[in-house]
C-alpha cells in the first residue's frame, strides 16, 4: 500500500558535543541506517538538533545520506549549503540558550541496500556546541538536551 510505514529506525544521542571545524563532518553518534525493501520506497528522515553556535559564530547543519548532501539548497558561490537555520550564536538566545534546528525531508534513495543518513556540521569560527548552551554553568538554569535522527521508510 502506497503510504504505509514499513519499518521506522532511529538514533538518539544524549551527550553534548562540540567542534571548531570549519568543514562539514558528520556529528558522532548523530546517524542512523535503515535498508529498504524496495528501490521505489522512500526514506522520510525527521531530525531534532539542538545546540548553540557559540558567542557571535555561525552554525551550520547539513542532512547527508552516505557522503552526499540531500535537503541543502542550492550552490550560490562560496556560501555553505545547508539544511535548516543558520543562526548566530550570540543573536537571539545568547550563549547560554539552547536553539533549535529541526527538519525533516522525504528521500528517494532509489536503493535496496543499507542506506546510512547523518546530521554533519560546520561552524563559521570559534566553536559550536550540540545539547548545550556556550555557556554551561552548574546549576538549575542551564540544561542539557537530547538530538535525534528518525527514519521511516514509506511505501512507494
Do not use: C
Not at 526514506?43 to 559564530?57: A, T
Not at 552526499?68 to 558561490?77: Q, R, Y
Not at 550563549?95 to 532509489?110: A, C, H, M, Q
Amino acid at each position: 500500500d502506497n503510504g504505509k510505514v514499513l519499518q521506522v529506525v532511529q538514533t538518539v544521542k544524549t551527550d553534548t558535543a562540540s567542534t571548531t571545524g570549519t568543514s562539514f563532518a558528520a556529528i558522532s553518534g548523530l546517524s542512523a541506517t535503515i535498508t529498504p525493501s524496495s528501490s521505489s520506497n522512500k526514506i522520510l528522515v525527521m531530525s531534532s538538533n539542538y545546540g548553540n553556535g557559540g558567542n557571535g559564530d555561525y552554525l551550520i547543519f547539513q542532512l547527508q545520506r552516505g557522503s552526499t548532501p540531500i535537503f541543502v539548497g542550492d550552490a550560490a558561490s562560496s556560501r555553505a549549503r545547508g539544511t535548516g537555520p543558520t543562526p548566530a550564536g550570540g543573536a537571539g538566545f545568547g550563549t547560554r540558550g539552547i536553539e533549535p534546528y529541526v527538519f525533516n525531508y522525504l528521500d528517494s534513495p532509489s536503493t535496496t541496500s543499507a542506506t546510512t543518513y547523518s546530521v554533519n556540521w560546520k561552524v563559521g569560527s570559534g566553536t559550536a556546541y550540540l545539547n548545550r548552551g556556550e555557556t554551561d554553568d552548574d546549576n538549575a538554569n542551564h540544561s542539557r538536551t537530547a538530538s535525534s535522527i528518525i527514519l521511516m521508510e514509506i511505501a512507494g
